[in-house]
């Protein structure tokens, strides 16, 4: 192929220059998203006291990254309380940055510091492209990547998605330069590539499968007398990868195994939380463990990948499940992805189908591992936002490019359909923005609608406060409700938001501010996630349903709601008054615990949380006639819920119940 021209790598310039405009346009629209205060404050920590056990769920690379604009600052610390790892950062992390960025100008600052990663990714792109298809195919691609909505939400977060993403792109280029013409420096670059993706994030371990299948296809499209030796050059490569890649891990993790330094320890540790795990996950883990192969904290999230899979509710096409399902991703991608681009996903199928598209081996490289991420996707039951799967809009956008320049050198009918459909792609992600996080194609009623069949980071991932704060100051003196999926990890009042909390999943550990009432008067706002329950694991046990059919007054930033008016609402009032029940438990206050249960089982009598709450007050205070009432009917209650979410409650309460009897 020959050198690329300048007027090439000038007009990708350009779209790069381009890219980076939008994303800082964003940035200064968006709050702190659920995640990220987590992320920062650990990337600090890890900077200045080697402390990797805040965040084990993510590999050091992007923290460190993003927080390089920290590392001459003298930044207030809060004091470390040794609390269950998840708690410890989340809660220091919110109370770090409303303490040292209360305007927002270091946030502003990390996340330009993240944006190299969206850069990284557009050059790759770019550069992919130009090799495997030619110059042309690059740009196209590269086109498609800056005006494609999911990237674009995903570019300015201090989070790992996009650096996975790059990272993963950046690996399989590396290999197939190797593949195609093996030398020490391809070999180096892929190893290096290879640990940065598993320093980035834990599903960079998929990287095995994807090297292993690609190595298949390069022997099966060598020359038959050329594959015994193109075995064992591909395999050898791929074992010296991986000690490349294990030892740049390790160098993320400073050579050392334990999570924190002298003084601190893991909560709870390793062991412990590798305890119920089972079969070939804890054999994996605890030999990993005992022979100090990877480092603790690595290991510490690896762990975690497993119960983050069952433990999460999802929401899907306006309904609550206890867990994922396999069909989210497909149902997710044909909602956020652009109608242009899955018309050009079609025409790169005519290619192939007309053998327009001859570079079989080269096309392999986004085939193999689109199929593989995808597939390990759909099985995986995290099913909380398109971004776990971003990787795949980059090949998406090298396939098309590939296709659609195919046809395009042979009719220009194509040439003059595909560009309608490239041109269709931009404006439905220009026709929205700055509200990428958001998105929905056309098909589905757009992005107005998207929390209908979506929530989470596909929709509304907290990032909404500045907006908010807008509309509080376009409506002086009008009381106002909030009910936000960040809190308390997140507060509105760090942005000057003076509404009242409601509680939602997420709420109960802190008592609100204000005890909620049967009756609220004023502005109702809904974070989506809130308003669809997407946090809970049946639609029976969202407190806002009825909203979910009521005419709104008007949306924020597409993902909060608002309703104007009188509102009944013993459901949350309810809810509020379960989680200070438990609260009180948690700190030995059972007398005061029992008033709180029975207020909320005065405001819904048959509610399961209510009678549940009041079951364990009683308990607590060795009423156990009372509680066994009390679980009777919570037991009835959690017997009406779906099949799928039964199993989260019921065999708990027929525990107690037992236990009850026995006694």
Not at 127 to 152: D, H, I, Q, T, Y
Not at 182 to 203: C, F, Q
Not at 329 to 341: C, E, R
Request: glycine share 8%.
């Amino acid at each position: 192929m020959n050198k690329l021209k300048i007027p090439a790598w000038s007009f990708a310039g350009g779209l790069i220059i381009l890219q980076m405009i939008l994303v800082a346009i964003i940035v200064h629209g968006e709050s702190l998203t659920f995640d990220e205060a987590d992320h920062i404050f650990a990337g600090y920590m890890m900077w200045h006291s080697g402390d990797y056990g805040l965040n084990p769920e993510h590999p050091p690379l992007v923290k460190l990254v993003a927080t390089l604009p920290l590392l001459q600052e003298k930044l207030w610390v809060p004091p470390l309380k040794q609390r269950w790892f998840k708690s410890e950062a989340y809660r220091d992390g919110r109370d770090f940055m409303e303490r040292n960025d209360p305007g927002h100008g270091l946030l502003f600052r990390m996340r330009l510091a993240a944006g190299v990663f969206a850069v990284g990714l557009s050059v790759m792109v770019f550069l992919m492209g130009s090799k495997l298809f030619g110059e042309s195919a690059g740009l196209l691609a590269l086109l498609l990547v800056v005006f494609e909505p999911n990237v674009l939400a995903n570019s300015d977060l201090v989070t790992t998605d996009m650096g996975v993403a790059f990272l993963f792109l950046a690996t399989i280029y590396c290999f197939y330069r190797y593949a195609r013409k093996p030398s020490v420096i391809h070999l180096l670059l892929t190893g290096l590539a290879a640990g940065l993706t598993l320093s980035a994030k834990h599903s960079g371990i998929l990287l095995a499968p994807m090297l292993l299948g690609l190595t298949l296809v390069e022997i099966a499209c060598a020359e038959r007398g050329r594959r015994k030796r193109m075995a064992g050059t591909l395999f050898g490569g791929i074992a010296a990868t991986v000690i490349v890649a294990v030892v740049v891990l390790w160098a993320f993790y400073g050579f050392r195994y334990s999570a924190r330094p002298a003084g601190l320890v893991m909560n709870p540790t390793l062991s412990e939380y590798a305890a119920p795990l089972t079969g070939m996950n804890s054999w994996v883990i605890g030999h990993l463990a005992n022979w100090r192969l990877l480092p603790e904290s690595y290991l510490m999230g690896m762990t975690d990948i497993h119960y983050a899979a069952q433990q999460y509710p999802i929401f899907l096409l306006g309904h609550d499940y206890a867990h994922g399902v396999w069909w989210y991703f497909p149902v997710a991608l044909s909602i956020k992805t652009t109608l242009g681009l899955m018309g050009l996903v079609v025409l790169a199928g005519v290619a192939l189908i007309n053998r327009r598209l001859r570079q079989r081996r080269e096309l392999a490289y986004l085939v193999v591992p689109g199929a593989i991420y995808l597939t390990v996707a759909i099985l995986s039951g995290m099913n909380i936002g398109t971004r776990h799967v971003l990787f795949l809009y980059p090949l998406a956008a090298l396939l098309v490019a590939a296709g659609l320049t195919a046809l395009a050198r042979h009719s220009r009918r194509w040439l003059w359909i595909g560009g309608g459909l490239v041109v269709f792609h931009v404006i439905s992600a220009i026709a929205i923005f700055p509200a990428e996080m958001a998105y929905g194609n056309e098909a589905w009623g757009g992005t107005a609608n998207t929390h209908k069949y979506l929530s989470d980071s596909s929709v509304d991932w907290a990032q909404q406060l500045p907006h908010i704060k807008r509309w509080v100051d376009a409506h002086p003196g009008e009381e106002c409700w909030l009910a936000y999926s960040a809190y308390p990890d997140l507060r509105p009042q760090a942005y000057g938001i003076p509404c009242h909390p409601l509680p939602t999943a997420h709420t109960g550990g802190e008592v609100l501010p204000v005890e909620v009432p049967e009756t609220i008067h004023g502005y109702l706002l809904l974070s989506a996630d809130d308003l669809e329950a997407c946090d809970w694991p049946s639609d029976q046990l969202n407190v806002f349903e009825r909203f979910r059919w009521m005419p709104m007054a008007e949306q924020i930033d597409h993902s909060v709601f608002v309703y104007h008016g009188d509102f009944h609402v013993p459901e949350a009032a309810a809810l509020g008054a379960v989680q200070k029940s438990y609260i009180l438990l948690r700190e030995h206050r059972p007398a005061e615990a029992l008033v709180a249960a029975k207020r909320a089982v005065a405001l819904q009598p048959e509610n399961l949380l209510a009678q549940t709450a009041l079951g364990d007050a009683q308990t607590a205070l060795g009423d156990k006639n009372s509680a066994r009432a009390a679980y009777e009917l919570a037991l009835a209650a959690a017997q009406r819920l779906g099949a799928d979410a039964q199993p989260l409650f019921v065999p708990d309460l027929e525990r107690k119940l037992a236990s009850m009897t026995s006694s």
